[in-house]
């Protein structure tokens, strides 16, 4: 949902992967695998040796992948402390990283009262193996974390080498290097098993209307028939195919 005030900690990378592993991290919520519903993911800054880049580091070294040192559910707080405050994030995202250059992206028609949820589905055999021991050769997707969209400055990478080289080498653009030095990168073990329609990749769209009535209070009126966009080639994970 990407047209509503105040709705950063849905919509900014950043800000889901906090509030993931805040929700897991409650007490009420002890019975629930993050795992079952997210792949290993970190929030990393550049030349920071932070707690973040120590999890990422026993990670990828072949440390046993527990709630600790994979998502920190121990301690939520360490993804606040130390960084930006969210008090400057409120509503939709005012600034916009430039794509890299090469990197195609896609344009949409925004409508001021549309709200599209994209979906993507992971199947039970790729949580389990996420849940698993890492194989370093594996891919990763690494994204900026905050005030991005359109796939921004998004790369995969396929080793630790690569993600640490992606997030440390500056871009070609100004406002995308002043955006990850505040918002740091979102790196997530990447979705190599994804449920995929005819052998394709696809997002599920579904289409709310969001209305103040007279009351002043909020009716939601969601479309009957979602829809889901495919990619346009098959898909595969083949290392000719990943740039």
Not at 100 to 109: D, I, L, S, T
Not at 149 to 173: A, F, H, W, Y
């Amino acid at each position: 949902m990407n047209h509503l005030d105040g709705n950063v900690h849905l919509v900014s990378k950043k800000g889901l992967f906090k509030n993931l592993v805040k929700f897991f991290a409650l007490e009420t919520n002890k019975h629930l695998d993050i795992n079952d519903f997210t792949p290993p993911s970190f929030l990393l800054f550049n030349n920071i040796m932070d707690a973040e880049r120590k999890r990422f580091d026993a990670f990828v070294s072949g440390a046993k992948p527990n709630e600790v040192n994979c998502f920190g559910l121990d301690n939520p707080a360490r993804i606040v402390a130390g960084y930006d405050s969210d008090e400057d994030e409120v509503g939709e995202e005012e600034e916009e990283g430039e794509p890299e250059a090469g990197v195609e992206v896609e344009v949409e028609v925004e409508v001021e009262v549309e709200v599209e949820v994209e979906v993507e589905v992971q199947t039970q055999t790729q949580a389990q193996t996420d849940s698993k021991l890492c194989n370093t050769g594996s891919l990763w997707i690494v994204k900026p974390a905050g005030n991005t969209n359109r796939g921004c400055g998004i790369s995969v990478c396929k080793s630790p080498q690569e993600i640490l080289k992606t997030i440390s080498t500056p871009s070609n653009s100004a406002l995308n290097n002043r955006i990850t030095k505040k918002h740091g990168w979102i790196v997530q073990k990447y979705m190599e098993k994804p449920f995929l329609v005819n052998s394709r990749k696809f997002d599920v769209r579904v289409f709310v209307l969001f209305v103040i009535n007279k009351e002043k209070k909020i009716d939601v009126h969601m479309f009957n028939e979602p829809y889901i966009r495919t990619s346009a080639v098959p898909y595969t994970t083949d290392k000719k195919s990943v740039r």
